[in-house]
């Protein structure tokens, strides 16, 4: 199936849809033999490696302006928003007039916007102003990821080999959102404060464009249905299965915001502030080990029983943490705890596959990047706020509190993830 025959013929036709029991190394080697693929998966590799850099290299670049993890976890916040409101808004123009038209006009629209906050930032900025620049900042970052794992389902007809494209999507997406802000706080120690967001922006320039350039990318049609605008891409978010979806990946996010302020915290007041962007990191050790042994035996096996157990079981190891004593035991939480963390990006990626049509699987893994960035941004913000009057054991403790209640909504909702998608 080529680009642009998936997206106008594979409708979801049975009441039910079938459970997903793992894809094969011989799954995996498939989809990325498919002609015409490795230059889009290369590129996003580089494009997507910045999408959680830019808001942890805000973080960091201005608490050292600022002296303030206060303000800094508001500025970061307000880039996950913008980067929330924005995946939702490019999926739609995505699947609208396809990836290079949406992106490459996004692309010269976010160049300007991200020279304007290096300059507030150095000019010693309000507060206010700081948080309008970076919402506008990751309101305009390229949105990668809803245009690749588009590209798969327009590559590849339904079956076991999309599932191992999609499992790579995952965990790809999510191996970058720890590893990103690891980069991010490594670079932070640096000479120079806007290291951070120059590699970012750096790397969405050239991760971009070299994948709006790339053939089968070029060569994506929408479908008639999306181009006469059917109406039916906006009630997406009516569908209750969607709206499990992004429960479920908003208490995610919440869960992981907390984490990416109060473990910085935590190096910072043991007196090692160059092992903050490094513990995140950790989390990434386990998290893709594992992630791919779970790919292959999920449990449960029951794909709407997933999202609350994996959810509250996250939850309860990250509050597990702010029990802990010294980095040490600090770190063996954190590889813990990283085990419930790329197997959930899985299982986003699969309820995707599930809930939504494929014609507008760009916009619907849109409102999955937005539902867990807003959940990150509303986790900073607090964590932010905790850190600074209660100390980092205080944030990692209250984490666990909206994970385990989100996990529960979404256990009382899993019926609504049974029957697949209907046009």
Known sequence: MHSGDAAGSAGHTSALAPEQHGASRADYAAAFRTRGMVWPVLASLLARLPIAMGSISLLFYVQRTTGTFSDAGFVSGAALFGLAVGSVSQGKLIDRFGPTRSLGTILLVFLPIAASVFIA???????????????????????????????????????????AAYTYEAISLETFFILGPALAGLLATSAVPAAGLVVTVSLFFVGTTLFIAAPVVR???????????????TQLIRRPGVQTM?????????????GEVAIPAAAIEAGY??????????????????GIFYAAHPWPRALHLRGPVLLGAFAILVGVMGLTHGLLWLTVALLVSGLMITPQATLHSLLVDRVAPDRYSAEAFGWVTTAVTVGIGIGQASSGQLVETLGYE???LVAAVPGVLVAALGWLRRGTLLRSAVD
């Open 121 to 163: 930032i150095e000019a010693h900025a309000p507060l206010p102003v700081l948080i309008v620049a970076a919402f506008a900042f990751g309101l305009t970052q390229p949105a990668i990821s809803p245009a690749s794992r588009g590209l798969w389902g327009r590559m590849l007809p339904a079956g076991s080999v999309r599932e």
């Open 219 to 233: 060569r994506w049609r929408p479908s008639r249905q999306v181009e006469s605008g059917s109406g039916k891409a």
């Open 246 to 258: 992004i429960l479920l990946v908003f208490g995610f996010g919440i869960v992981i915001g907390f």
């Open 273 to 290: 502030p160059a092992l903050g962007g490094v513990l995140l990191g950790v989390w990434s050790i386990t998290s893709v080990i594992f």
């Open 394 to 396: 205080s944030a990692l």
